[in-house]
């Protein structure tokens, strides 16, 4: 089937960068892009009226934990002095004795919600770094289902996390050390790489750097080679990690993950926050981002995550600068990765105190381009002939902009998933006026208000303390009571 795309600002590629063609035309010939330009006369069987509004490549988020959004109104939990911004500890580091699995239809839910507002937002590829437990011929279906394109394969790891009586974290070692994990993902990766025609792709996950030990992360970097896939962990993400890296290697994050031989062109390190030289560690030794920028890994940035807990990374254009390729994830709700750019491009400034630093250009190339380039895929994150057909049509047309004079720059500014219209994946129309074209949106809503109520009414039940999500994290207001 042939799509013909007309009328829209067209984000297009010239071979090098991307360009704006004014009144553009996209035609789409099955599940690729056979032409960009403006020749509106080209035929086809369906003509998608794009004026007014954005045409561009389908986004790039680099980290889409596909769960429900339960924790995150907990992760920055105002009980805990000596919290330290540990970020997910608060929800993922359990009472050991009290730590149950979830439920198998709740994980389902998590994962069909996340991946489906990942993709409504406008991100047609997702990297998952890590979802519920179990039943992952399940997560299959499910990636079928929603429609987009999804890097993933079961998250493993050699220590947990776990949270004594009196709310004091510690790590443990797993008797195998991760290996049965590893092999799961290795079979995972075997059995359903290039699934639902090749948008279910695999990449390696060991967990948090700090929870997976020396030789867990060598076998991995092996593993990922031979199976001709890439590598995704979570490295530089809280201060615990880096102090734990230190006291127990006597070396910073990087310098850890380099000795272990995973880092790479096709390495993608999710947050990379913590280096040496941040303002909030004390630890001038090193030069980690030159290292980063040398081996050729990518970062994953998610800055409205760690605007939240209120730090920064320092700072997407110094690290851009340096060489590095930086992809945007947004982590934790809204998975809107438009608003994401803003966020990198503001708090980049902030940081650098520079009102010129941190462009639209940039902070666009980065949920699409570069997203691409951290994945090792040439043929998504843009839109040029040959490419895939993964198309996002945003409408501009809307008061909350204002008159638009560069339609890019307005995205950047003032954007959000909000206002995505059409999403194309693979040639294929998935949301259509702003609704999925597969899913009951209406059902999946009340699936996972449902199953985040009743981990909320429960909270109690897991906590250290015995303590609800209420008290952990109070309301904005009281709430009335008759």
């Keep these: 089937m042939r799509i013909k795309i007309l009328g829209g600002a067209v984000v297009g590629w010239s071979g090098s960068h991307h360009e704006l063609i004014p009144d553009g035309v996209v035609v789409l010939e099955g599940n690729a892009i056979d032409y960009v330009g403006s020749d509106r006369a080209l ?12 045409v561009c490549p389908g986004f790039i988020n680099l980290h889409v934990h596909s769960q429900l959004n339960i924790g995150d109104y907990l992760i920055t939990d105002v009980t805990k002095k000596d919290y330290l911004s540990a970020n997910y500890f608060v929800f993922g580091a359990p009472v050991k004795e009290k730590m149950t699995p979830p439920p198998p239809p709740s994980v389902a839910v998590g994962r069909k919600y996340a991946l489906m507002s990942a993709l409504k937002n406008g991100a047609t590829t997702v990297l998952d770094p890590g979802s519920g437990p179990g039943d992952f011929e399940g997560y299959v279906e499910t990636v079928g289902q929603i429609g987009g394109r999804v890097f993933f394969s079961p ?13 004091h974290h510690y790590y443990e070692a797993r008797p195998d050390q991760g290996r ?12 359903f790489h290039g699934a639902h025609q090749g948008r279910l792709q695999g990449i390696l996950n060991p967990a948090q750097a700090e929870t997976c030990e020396p030789s867990l992360l060598k076998e991995s970097a092996a593993a990922a080679e031979e199976l001709g896939v890439g590598l995704h962990i979570h490295a530089g993400g809280n201060l615990r990690e880096f102090l734990q890296i230190l006291y127990h290697h006597r070396k910073p994050v990087v310098e850890y993950l380099a000795e272990s031989g995973v880092l790479g062109p096709k390495t993608v390190l999710g947050h990379m926050v913590y280096v040496a030289g941040h303002s909030r560690v004390d630890y001038p030794f090193g030069d980690e981002l030159k290292v980063i920028a040398t081996t050729g890994a990518s970062v994953g940035h998610c800055p409205h995550k760690y605007a939240k807990m209120a730090l920064a990374m320092e700072s997407f254009d110094s690290y851009v600068e340096r060489g590095i390729n930086v992809g945007l994830g947004t982590d934790t709700y809204p998975l809107d990765i438009i608003s994401e750019m803003r966020y990198a491009s503001l708090i980049s400034r902030l940081v650098d105190r520079k009102y010129h630093g941190a462009r639209p250009a940039a902070v666009f190339n980065a949920a699409t381009i570069w997203g691409a ?11 040029a002939r040959g490419a895939k057909a993964d198309i996002v049509i945003v409408d501009l047309r809307t008061l909350r902009y204002g008159p638009v004079r560069d339609p890019v720059t307005a995205l950047v500014e003032y954007g959000s998933g909000a206002d995505v219209e059409t999403v194309i994946v693979d040639g294929e129309i998935v949301i259509e006026r702003g609704h999925s074209t597969r899913v009951d949106e209406a059902e999946l809503l009340a699936q996972g208000e449902a199953t985040a109520k009743r981990a909320w009414d429960n909270w109690a039940t897991r906590d250290w303390a015995g303590r609800s999500a209420e008290e952990i994290t109070p309301p904005a207001f009281p709430i009335h009571k008759q």
């Design 43 to 54: 035929p086809a069987d369906k003509t998608i009226d794009a004026a007014g509004k954005l």
């Design 155 to 167: 998250a493993y790891r050699s220590h947990d996390i776990f949270t004594d009586s009196e709310g």
């Design 180 to 191: 049965k994990g590893l092999q799961q993902a290795v079979d995972f990766i075997r059995k």
């Design 373 to 383: 380039e951290a994945l090792g895929r040439k043929d998504l994150g843009r839109l």
